[in-house]
């Protein structure tokens, strides 16, 4: 199972489940998720975020801007200076609308 795999499985069973999000991952209402690799495209990244990723880093991983995604998890200040930017894609960073874009059920090529 690859990651998109995963994540479409993760918030199949968060959507479809009476459990609530773990308490660390309330500010946001689910896990968060991020892509990681070395070959994300940016002309993609609405895809990306549909499949239910909360955001991505591209490989080889730069762990200060990592160390600031990851802060960005229970801080939503952080978060949102970590966002997406049109052009910027290589830093890597929180999808604008994670919180509210609805996770796909399916794989975008099934």
Request: no cysteine.
């Amino acid at each position: 199972m690859n990651g998109s795999e995963s994540t479409v499985r993760i918030r199949g069973f968060e959507s479809n489940s009476k459990l609530s999000a773990p308490r660390r991952h309330a500010t946001h209402r689910r896990i968060p998720i991020f892509a990681v690799s070395a070959s994300l495209f940016e002309e993609r990244w609405m895809e990306y975020m549909e499949i239910g990723f909360d955001g991505w880093i591209l490989k080889p991983v730069d762990f200060r801007r990592l160390g600031k995604l990851l802060d960005g998890t229970r801080n939503t200040t952080v978060r949102k200076e970590a966002e997406y930017v049109p052009g910027q894609w290589e830093r890597g960073g929180w999808f604008l609308a994670a919180t509210t874009a609805p996770p796909k059920t399916t794989m975008a090529n099934e």
